[in-house]
């Protein structure tokens, strides 16, 4: 099963590999926070098993991007949504 994460449509960056930049885009430059939003939705246990906490990583998105929350952008003034981000293999 491929991990996945949350991201903005606006972002250039993947947060798999290249964290730094997307998480400086993500939160210092549009202010979006997208980790901490992610966070809050995910229900996560230290019982976990690591397959069973990407599942829930990957339902958390999955409802992010289902309750079609749009954000504007603070360098275009464009509609932004939130997109799946799959790790590349």
């Known amino acids: 099963m491929a991990r996945t994460m949350l991201s903005t449509s606006d972002n ?41 906490m990407d599942i829930a990583i990957e339902n958390a998105v999955d409802d992010a991007i289902n309750t079609n929350i749009h954000m504007i952008s603070p360098l275009t003034g464009k509609e932004v949504s939130y997109v799946k981000v799959v790790e590349p293999k």
């Open 12 to 52: 250039p960056y993947n947060p798999f590999t290249q964290y730094n930049l997307w998480s400086s885009y993500d939160e210092a430059i549009c202010g979006y926070y997208t980790s901490s939003f992610l966070a809050r939705l995910t229900a996560l246990s230290p019982e976990f098993s690591e397959a069973e």
